[in-house]
């Protein structure tokens, strides 16, 4: 636990303009980012005696080994700041809301020659005019079934169109009248976008244009005797009638807003989120988070705002956002939607009426969620404290591993050795955090030896950033080359804004300056498993010690038996078959063999597309395939001759001197065998040699 006034700043260095401001820890990766109008006053803030501290703040400043601050000109430009570093860094002790599912939205790609109606989940793209979310996928395609009746818009995909085209018959929503077809030019793309943009203006509010008139020609049809037209035009008006209602009418004059309910604890908060689109209900969202900062309902919806319009521009950001309670900064935050909207947008809170009717079933809705969301933790929370309890009371640590690592090493027969890094917090597997190894230190099979150079190239890794940050202390345990004390350089001070360059993907990138960001092997693990018995463990520990590690507890997990083997044991710690610890431990060991064992099967793969002919300079795709097309198979290939080998058309003398010479220099592949009848299954591809 750090002192805040060892690095607290002197009064006069901060200034008094707005701006935003980081905590680090003594790893430098950033712990919290904030954001004020007057920075001196804010940050002074945290450094008042620890006793009149929220609980939650308290345990920051005293978590975080530095401040940094950032000035800017603005109060806007303040919370654009803080929303990308939020975004770019994830601070630990930063409200970070989590989405409860992945919301199905009505996309129109009009992006596209001939635009396409579908169903689209994830991040928003380009071009792109979506509408909801909805609560179901079932209930886009009941909509937008109803609705191809007045606008028969294409809703296949790109290949199905391309067929269609291609053959020149439509698909079946063609013959139905459900698609205007312009796969076979029944339509001009004009025309076909013409019928979208009348959809996406339908589906944006604007109905009772399309209603009236279709009404008007269903009576003038009705007039000159074309009964048939006249009842198909009175289907149409009740479909878009049908579609109209599965969307509620709450506000009645066609109001384009947001409704934000927030439902809280002191530990946790739940928001509700409800679309309305000219009047109409059309979509719900829900989220949840642990108020891991102290934070009031007003800075539950400023975060909020951030997330749920930081990526949004134009009319995805509505006229109108009402809210529970308004920002600390509510003009700034106004301003700021109104940036990303581009033209004004009001935020406030509503006093009276059909709108405040509505918040309050929003309120509902948000309080039932945080009510389903506890009942569903509750008992997993429990069964995840019990078994890191059982762990640490089993292998006699002092505190729950809330970190754990576990290593496997898969390969085949010695080839494409390669080992997996899996990584669990606090019970939860972090898949960000997972990283995989190649082998590199020796080739063959030896799981041991293996098992050595991956745990010690991990933490060298470890230890090169303690090293570099000033971190690490030599002890009298250390061994010897361990890494000697260093400086702790000044952190105090400010500081330019951040490069927002992703880290490089490798799996293990040269090391670089310190930005806050998390680092690839940063995080040191309470429990280190490994996926193996006694000579799995020895070698695990005997990797650590080389480096001076002492600690960090280590583990094995042997299949056989299930049995827990500990370093320097002879004999190993058998956990009862009911135990939750034990269940957890096979977890974690069962994910590491998934992730080891996926990434073994991809690179044995890979080998196994390759060919000999890749090696051919000068060869290019077009005539590899057309060699493999005269020859038949690499088999044939190599048993011709270069004048043979000339006859193929485009391949020269001196071309096929190469191909024979890089075929002359491989070893064949051993014949396949078929197991059951023992005949050998002559080659007939060339997928390999």
Not at 478 to 489: L, Y
Not at 545 to 574: Q, T
Not at 585 to 613: G, M, N, W
Request: with cysteine; charged share 30%.
């Amino acid at each position: 636990m750090a002192d805040p006034s060892s690095y607290r700043p002197k009064p006069g260095q901060i200034p008094d303009s707005p701006g935003v401001y980081k905590f680090r820890d003594e790893h430098r990766r950033v712990i919290y980012v904030g954001k004020a109008k007057n920075l001196r006053q804010r940050v002074a803030n945290y450094f008042q005696d620890l006793a009149h501290l929220h609980p939650r703040t308290r345990t920051m400043v005293t978590t975080a080994a530095s401040v940094e601050w950032t000035v800017v000109s603005t109060e806007v430009e303040a919370l654009q700041l803080e929303y990308s570093w939020i975004k770019e860094f994830d601070p630990r002790f930063n409200v970070k809301y989590r989405d409860d599912k992945s919301y199905p939205y009505l996309a129109v790609t009009l992006n596209e020659e001939f635009p396409r109606v579908q169903v689209m989940r994830g991040a928003k793209k380009k071009g792109v005019r979506y509408f909801g979310p909805y609560g179901h996928a079932w209930a886009i395609r009941e909509t937008v079934d109803l609705m191809l009746r007045v606008f028969p818009v294409r809703t296949c995909s790109a290949g199905v169109f391309k067929n269609a085209a291609r053959t020149g018959r439509p698909c079946l929503l063609g013959y139905i009248g459900k698609c205007s077809a312009p796969c076979v030019g029944r339509v001009t793309p004009e025309e076909h976008r013409e019928l979208a943009d009348d959809f996406c203006d339908f589906m944006a509010g604007r109905t009772g244009t399309y209603i009236r008139r279709l009404e008007k020609d269903m009576m003038q049809a009705a007039e000159e005797m074309e009964y048939e037209r006249a009842a198909r035009l009175r289907d149409d008006a009740e479909a878009l009638k049908r579609a109209m209602e599965k969307s509620a009418v709450v506000l009645a004059d066609a109001t384009d807003a947001d409704l934000i309910a927030v439902a809280e604890d002191e530990l946790e908060a739940a928001l509700q989120i409800f679309h309305v689109r000219g009047g109409r209900v059309r979509g719900q969202r829900g989220w949840v988070t642990d108020k891991v900062e102290a934070v009031d309902t007003s800075g539950l919806v400023e975060h909020a705002l951030q997330q749920l319009y930081g990526e949004e521009r134009g009319d995805a950001v509505p006229k109108e956002v009402l809210v529970p309670a308004l920002p600390e900064d509510a003009e700034a935050v106004s301003q700021w939607l109104a940036e990303r909207r581009g033209s004004q947008v009001s935020l406030r809170i509503p006093q009276r009426g059909d709108k405040k009717d509505l918040m309050v079933t929003v309120q509902r809705n948000a309080q039932q969620a945080l009510g389903l969301h506890k009942t569903k933790r509750a008992s997993d929370l429990t069964t995840r404290s019990r078994a890191l309890e059982e762990i640490a009371e089993a292998l006699g640590l002092d505190t729950a591993p809330l970190r754990i690592e576990c290593y496997d090493i898969s390969h085949l027969q010695g080839d494409d050795v390669v080992a997996s890094m899996v990584v669990f917090e606090d019970g939860l597997a972090r898949k960000s955090e997972y990283r995989r190894f190649q082998i590199k230190g020796f080739e063959g099979q030896d799981d041991v030896r293996s098992m050595h150079e991956v745990i010690g190239r991990r933490f060298k890794r470890y230890l090169q950033d303690k090293e570099r940050t000033g971190e690490w202390e030599e002890t009298p345990e250390a061994a010897p080359g361990a890494p000697g004390p260093a400086p702790v350089p000044a952190a105090t001070g400010p500081v330019p804004a951040p490069d927002l360059n992703p880290a490089s993907p490798d799996d293990e990138p040269e090391p670089r300056e310190d930005d806050g960001r998390p680092k690839r092997f940063a995080y040191p693990p309470q429990l280190v498993v490994v996926d193996g018995g006694q000579p799995q463990v020895a070698a695990a520990k005997r990797a650590l010690d080389e480096l001076g590690i002492d600690d960090i507890a280590v583990c094995g997990l042997a299949k056989r038996l299930e049995e827990v083997w500990l370093p320097d044991d002879d004999d190993p710690v058998v956990l009862p078959r009911s135990s939750e610890g034990l269940y957890l431990l096979q977890r974690v060991r069962d994910e590491a063999h998934r992730f080891a064992i996926t990434y073994q099967r991809a690179k044995r793969a890979k080998r196994f597309r390759s060919s000999p002919l890749d090696d051919v300079s000068g060869l290019g795709e077009t005539r590899k395939q057309a060699l493999i097309k005269h020859f038949g198979s690499v088999k044939k290939l190599r048993q011709a001759t270069i004048d043979e080998i000339c006859e193929v058309p485009g391949i020269g003398r001196r071309t096929a001197e190469s191909v024979a010479a890089a075929l002359a220099s491989t070893t064949p592949a051993a014949p396949a065998v078929n197991t059951a009848t023992g005949e050998i299954i002559e080659e007939d591809d060339g997928g390999s040699s």
